[in-house]
T-cell receptor
């Protein structure tokens, strides 16, 4: 069974203090790893898809990387508006299009 | 993700009543997914549908829950005889293709409260 574990559960940063969020996964065959951002009371907002180990993608202050066992979401010089819950999800080769989500990391960036 | 429309945004039902949640996918998307987010838990897959077809319902509870995506109109997630444990946020997502990489775009969710 696919498993996705995110750490830490919660993270508090000062504005400008860079850090990383971790997503460890166990799947029999990875089709894709997805990062989403979710604000309170809203639906998940797509950020990145990664397909193979060694791949990296960037968007503004966010950079996602992928290895065979885990993915990192690096946040460089975060701002208060980056505060949200960040969700990681995997899509397994034989499970069709469904996503298996981790429980998320709740990020708070203080001004 | 504003393109995926879910309604109602909030729904209150008494125990034993029926709940109907609607989802209109983004324009051009023919694949719909339903996920449930229980309080303090992650998103859990429920069902994957194409027009007039259920492709994967492996995450659907065996009883009281059903889903459809008719040829015309929105996808419907139906919960019969609701119980307090059904209280959750229900999210719909859509994508244009079945295969591979396509990211799914989520709606804002329907928050169901059973009293």
């Amino acid at each position: 069974e696919d498993q996705v574990t995110q750490s830490p559960e919660a993270l508090r940063l000062q504005e400008g203090e860079s850090s990383s969020l971790n997503c460890s996964y166990t799947v029999s065959g990875l089709r894709g790893l997805f990062w989403y951002r979710q604000d309170p009371g809203k639906g998940p907002e797509f950020l990145f898809t990664l397909y193979s180990a060694g791949e990296e993608k960037e968007k503004e202050r966010l950079k996602a990387t992928l290895t065979k066992k885990e993915s990192f979401l690096h946040i460089t010089a975060p701002k208060p508006e980056d505060s949200a819950t960040y969700l990681c999800a995997v899509q397994e080769e034989t499970s069709g299009s469904r996503l298996t989500f981790g429980e998320g990391t709740q990020l708070t960036v203080n001004p | 993700n504003a393109g995926v429309m879910q309604n109602p945004r909030h729904l209150v039902r008494r125990r034993g009543q029926e709940a109907r949640l609607r989802c209109s996918p983004m324009k051009g998307h023919s694949h719909v997914y339903w996920y449930r987010q229980l309080p303090e838990e992650g998103l859990k897959f429920m069902v994957y549908l194409q027009k007039e077809n259920i492709i994967d319902e492996s995450g659907m509870p065996k009883e009281r829950f059903s889903a459809e995506f008719p040829k015309e109109g929105p996808s419907i997630l139906r919960i019969q005889q609701v119980v307090r444990g059904d209280s959750a946020a229900y999210f719909c997502a859509s994508s244009p293709l079945r295969q591979r990489n396509t990211e799914a775009f989520f709606g804002q969710g329907t928050r169901l409260t059973v009293v």
